[in-house]
């Protein structure tokens, strides 16, 4: 097959972009359903990757740079491999981020991130977050900007596990399937926003009520590494750098059985740390409303 | 050698850093990592190769009050876990 049969599509994040070379059209299909809002047809930015999946008789293949190509047989596993591939890529160069395996979602100029391991309602709490009016930044993968205390919009899109109403154990729910969350293109933030709470969500099916608890600055710390994507090399830098934010944003547990519990607590936190910064804005700058007044 | 006359260092390989009043200490080698709070902090910080484990519980009994024996539970505790982790070393090593 020639050259000039492969396409080509860029993934990209703030300068930079990942090239990704097929020659199927079905690549680019699968590309575009879990990462169309990041997914370009022409480069932008620093070149800081190249990936090619060629199609075959026995599924996809994927090629990372010089390396051998991994043999992968179903298309959505592929896209994963693929994108996880992607971000590597983006990760590698952007290492005065903080890469977390987490959601983030904002309101009223502030973020919350939600961290959490597979299953434990991630995904479901930013969905949740977002009927109820919050702009979109990830619901799986977070760079924070530490310095500036923020997190940059990363946003894949989104999906959420479904459950038919069946009672389900913990570990069931890894094997439920995930289906697109809808999204309004207006609601996708443009920008980094400030976080102002860090949440560690724990999805309890037993769980009788919600359950929130104050989490140590140092055990947050531990609770960001356990969800870090840093490369091996980045791994002494980013302690310095999550200890600094832990000591600027308050953190928290939440033990949930429901999601909407979740997604309730979170915003009434948010309402109240905004009506705090309203409050203190106007103590803080008493001139200003003088002069309104 | 008795355990009480005993004198600890940290790992050259330790990575630590402060967050508040507590800290979190790394250790690359075996990828694990502790949080400790502001008493464990203050038992590492006093782990420093000079100061036997006597010497670490009369320290803090005089900083926080109370009788060194009634600290050596704790200091003895805390001493272990940083071993368990590898980011503290007899200083004899």
Known sequence: MGRNDFQ?????????????????????????????????????????????????????????????????????????????????????????????????????????????????????????????????????????DVIGGSVLPFPLNPHKRVNDGTTLEHDDALRLSKVAVDLDVNRVAAHAVRIAHIYFLSWAPEAVQLEAERCSPSRAVLELMANSLALDEGRRGEIGNMCLLMGRVPAMTLRFADPRDAAQHIREQMGAAVRDSTHALAHEHPTVAIQQA | MHIEEQRFRHSPNAVSSEVLDEMVIYCPATSQALSLNESARAIWELCDGTRSVNDICAELARTVGGEPADLRGDVDAAISRLRDLGVLLPASS
């Open chain 1, 8 to 144: 080509e599509a860029y993934l990209c994040f703030e300068r930079h972009c990942v090239a990704i070379r097929s020659e199927s059209p079905e690549v680019f299909a699968f590309l575009n359903r879990f990462a169309g809002r990041m997914l370009s047809p022409e480069r932008k930015g620093k070149k800081c990757g190249s990936l090619k999946i060629v199609a075959n008789g026995e599924g996809w293949s994927l090629r990372d740079g010089e390396e051998d190509p991994r043999q992968v047989m179903r298309p959505q596993l592929a896209t994963r491999i693929l994108l996880h591939a992607a971000m590597k890529c983006v990760i590698r160069v952007r290492q005065d981020l903080l890469w977390l395996h987490a959601g983030a979602a904002a309101y009223g100029g502030r973020a919350v991130l939600l961290c959490a391991h597979s299953a434990n309602g991630k995904s479901s709490t930013v969905s949740e977050l977002l009927e109820r009016g919050w702009s979109y930044l990830s619901d799986e993968i977070a760079p924070l």
